[in-house]
T-cell receptor, first 116, second 113 residues
Framework: AQKVTQAQTEISVVEKEDVTLDCVYETRDTTYYLFWYKQPPSGELVFLIRRNSFDEQNEISGRYSWNFQKSTSSFNFTITASQVVDSAVYFC?????????????FGQGTRLTINP | SQTIHQWPATLVQPVGSPLSLECTVE??????LYWYRQAAGRGLQLLFY??????ISSEVPQNLSASRPQDRQFILSSKKLLLSDSGFYLC????????????FGSGTRLTVV
């Protein structure tokens, strides 16, 4: 079965520091998709990025960047020059196929606190 | 535009009482619908999903049930709530194979007392 592991339960840094959130996944599918979601204190899940298994190019979006490495089954997320507004719980997720529907399998989440 | 509505936002219910949480989507047809639960300080666990009217798949045995009476309506229910049913419940939808990301509702925070 698919599995997503976010080993870092909590991370706390000072504003303007760079921080990397780790994500390791397990799957036997050759085609799969990886996601990152942000959950601010209000609770809603905000979609950040989707990456398919055939595209190993790293992606940068402003202060956010993602490093996808199939060789190590990792999809890490880096925030550069962190800001207090980045404080949230971040989830890594893997799409899984089952009985006609895609299902998202989530990691346990990493609680990121950016201190001023 | 495509939107998802979930209510109520918060709910406090006594042990043994019934539950009904509703989720509706707009602006799309024949979506796949999902119910996730997030226990305090933990990750998201898939409870149920549905690929069509009347079609419900359960991921984990539990005290809850789900129904899909209409294409864009997904209901989470319980006949008798347990303390362990407390948590944050999120509804989500996706069209097609879901590889373009799921859209989540704003969630219902349920406290069973």
């Amino acid at each position: 079965a698919q599995k997503v592991t976010q080993a870092q339960t909590e991370i706390s840094v000072v504003e303007k520091e760079d921080v990397t959130l780790d994500c390791v996944y397990e799957t036997r599918d050759t085609t799969y998709y990886l996601f990152w979601y942000k959950q601010p204190p209000s609770g809603e899940l905000v979609f950040l990025i989707r990456r398919n298994s055939f595209d190993e190019q790293n992606e940068i979006s402003g202060r956010y960047s993602w490093n996808f490495q199939k060789s190590t089954s990792s999809f890490n997320f880096t925030i550069t020059a962190s800001q207090v507004v980045d404080s949230a719980v971040y989830f890594c997720a893997l799409s899984e196929t089952g009985r006609g529907a895609q299902k998202l399998v989530f990691g346990q989440g990493t609680r990121l606190t950016i201190n001023p | 535009s495509q939107t998802i509505h979930q209510w109520p936002a918060t709910l406090v219910q006594p042990v043994g009482s019934p539950l009904s949480l509703e989720c509706t989507v707009e602006g799309t047809s024949n979506p796949n619908l999902y119910w996730y639960r997030q226990a305090a300080g933990r990750g998201l666990q898939l409870l149920f999903y549905s690929v069509g009217i009347g079609q419900i798949s359960s991921e984990v045995p539990q005290n809850l049930s789900a129904s899909r009476p209409q294409d864009r309506q997904f209901i989470l229910s319980s006949k008798k709530l347990l303390l362990s049913d407390s948590g944050f419940y999120l509804c989500a939808w996706v069209t097609g194979q879901g590889h373009y990301g799921y859209t989540f509702g704003s969630g219902t925070r349920l406290t069973v007392v």
